[in-house]
């Protein structure tokens, strides 16, 4: 990955109300060569730092409580007295709405999550350089507020990629395609140069194939109308050399030519060109086929470019694999360790054991949010194969409840019964749903948990005080993809790790209380 052309030492502000995503970012500007980046978990704090210290760019989630990233760019454009100030928003999805009110609002660029290192990196490296002078300017004023530190230069960088999810109708964009026409008889490109003129059309001209060769890589053409009898090169063997070149073989060629015979058409079209229109050339037809084969590559092209970003999406998601399963494991097991050392400290003030727990619960949490993602991940690819094995059912349950047993007293089955199913994955299943249930219920509630036979399977109950709220109900109901509402994750997540063991999960009509029934196979 080549270096960036950016003073590493000015600050810079990440904005999330995620924890593990400011992390994360932060992590990369780091790895990146950044040492003054500064972190905020809204769009208020947000504000507070960019009053008390010279900021260079501020990378911002779009969808924050509170003050959105939204908020927070118009905050900035309408109250900082450097209005240019960089900004990058992180939404979640390309949303074309949300996308253009950022950039009525002044937003410098965008990147849709989840991006990959190569995509940050050149987007930053985009930012920093898309204004010329006014960045360079900027970056000086920002270097004087601090103390001087060592800059690194590279070549400069390329201008700043279209925000994805903001290019304008297809249709709109057709009607300023640029045709290069390609004929040896003046008069007839100026007939068809003239006809394309009145739609619209950027027309550039070749009298020969040899210049036409020569003006394709310099000024790419969305489509070429091509001559086959010329002099020296014929529009063959100029078809032949463009769709030879990975660079020019996307670019449509229309033929057009006197030559009416089934092998010259056969053959025109044996080499790679779309259409093969003969000689006198109706206006109207020319245009139309024109206009159908400029949308067909205007399509082509968009379905490549989502094939890339699939591509880049299930790169990231090998890396969110790789991360959850080597880096993060083992540094929270260490602060784990560490953490219950401590606590067991008999000596340990009351002060510091408080944020000590507090510290133990984030990283306890952090882990199993982790192995959620990963085991998730496995799942939705198709990937995940758990060993079913009997797994007694109370003793089970008694670990999984113990993170909400002290605030929300739990009531296991009275019937003992026996699962087969993979004990790891149902830790997992009852702990969130247990999680998920204390969150939406006062301290002190109970969550009661029964258990049935019915055939085969046991069929298990958990319920608890409070309506089910409407984004886990409408997830229980079928939902297909990972919900973006995190209050709809943790069933969502719950329905899969039941489903992938062979069981089910659903909700029970209850206007007091949540009712869940979740099916596994009887061991």
């Known amino acids: 990955m080549p270096a960036l052309n950016i003073d590493l030492s000015l600050p810079l502000l990440v904005v999330d109300d995620n924890q593990q995503m400011r992390s994360v970012v932060k992590g990369i500007l780091a790895d990146l060569g950044f040492v003054n980046v500064f972190l905020a978990g809204s ?36 109250n900082l007295a450097d209005a240019e100030l960089p900004f990058m928003l992180l939404p979640s999805e390309a949303n074309r709405d949300g996308l253009r009110a950022a950039t009525q609002a002044g937003v410098t660029d965008c990147l849709i999550k989840p991006f990959t290192l190569a995509t940050f990196h050149s987007k930053l490296q985009a930012m920093f350089q898309s204004r010329g002078d006014a960045a360079v300017k900027r970056a000086a004023v920002r270097r004087a507020a601090m103390p001087a530190a060592s800059a690194v230069s590279a070549p400069p960088a390329p201008a700043a990629a279209p925000l994805i999810g903001l290019e304008r109708p297809l249709e709109e964009r057709l009607r300023e395609a640029t045709v290069l ?3 040896d008889i ?75 015979q089934a092998e010259d058409i056969i053959g ?27 949308r067909l590559a205007g399509m082509m092209a968009e379905l490549r470019r989502q094939n890339a970003a699939v591509a ?58 982790a192995s959620l993602s990963l085991e998730l991940c496995r799942i939705e ?14 003793p089970l349950l008694a670990r999984a409840t113990m993170a ?15 699962l087969l199913a993979n004990g790891t994955l149902c830790h997992m299943l009852f702990e969130h749903l247990a999680l998920n249930a204390a969150a939406h219920t006062p301290a002190g509630t109970s969550i009661v948990l029964g258990a049935t036979l019915d055939g085969g ?23 297909a993809g990972r919900p973006d509402d995190e209050q709809a994750l943790p069933m969502y997540a719950a329905r899969l790790l039941a489903q992938v063991q062979g069981g089910t999960l659903s909700a029970q009509d209850d206007s007091a209380r949540s009712r869940l029934l979740l099916r596994l196979p009887a061991g």
């Open 43 to 78: 769009g208020e704090e947000a504000c507070r730092i960019l009053n008390e210290r010279p900021i260079a760019a501020v990378i911002s989630d779009l969808d924050m409580p509170g003050m959105s990233g939204l908020q927070l760019l118009q905050w900035v454009r309408a």
């Open 181 to 183: 026409v390609v004929d």
């Open 186 to 260: 003046a008069t007839n490109i100026k007939v068809i140069a003239g006809m394309l003129a009145e739609d619209g059309y950027g027309v550039k001209v070749a009298i020969s194939g040899r210049k036409a060769l020569e003006i394709i890589p310099v000024h790419r053409p969305d489509i070429i109308l091509l001559d086959v009898m010329m002099p020296e090169m014929d529009g063959f063997e100029v078809c032949r050399r463009l769709k030879a070149d990975p660079a020019t073989a996307d670019i449509p060629v229309i033929f057009l030519s006197a030559k009416d």
């Open 268 to 294: 025109g079209l044996e080499l790679g060109a779309v259409d093969y229109v003969t000689k006198p050339v109706d206006p109207a037809i020319l245009k139309a086929r024109l206009r159908t084969h400029l």
């Open 312 to 369: 880049d999406n299930a790169h990231l998601r090998e890396e969110v694999e790789r991360l959850s399963r080597y880096d993060l494991a083992a540094p929270l097991a260490e602060v784990l360790d560490a953490s219950a050392q401590l606590l067991a400290d008999p000596a340990l003030a009351p002060p510091q054991r408080e944020r000590m727990a507090a510290l133990d619960e984030a990283a306890r949490r952090a882990l199993r949010l």
């Open 381 to 394: 690819q198709g990937a995940s194969r758990p060993h079913a094995e009997q797994v007694a059912l109370n």
């Open 404 to 418: 909400v047993a002290a605030s929300h007293p739990v009531m296991l089955p009275a019937q003992p019964a026996t």
């Open 457 to 479: 399977h046991w069929a298990l109950t958990l319920e608890y005080a409070g309506v089910l709220p409407a984004a886990q109900r409408a997830c229980l109901q079928g939902q």
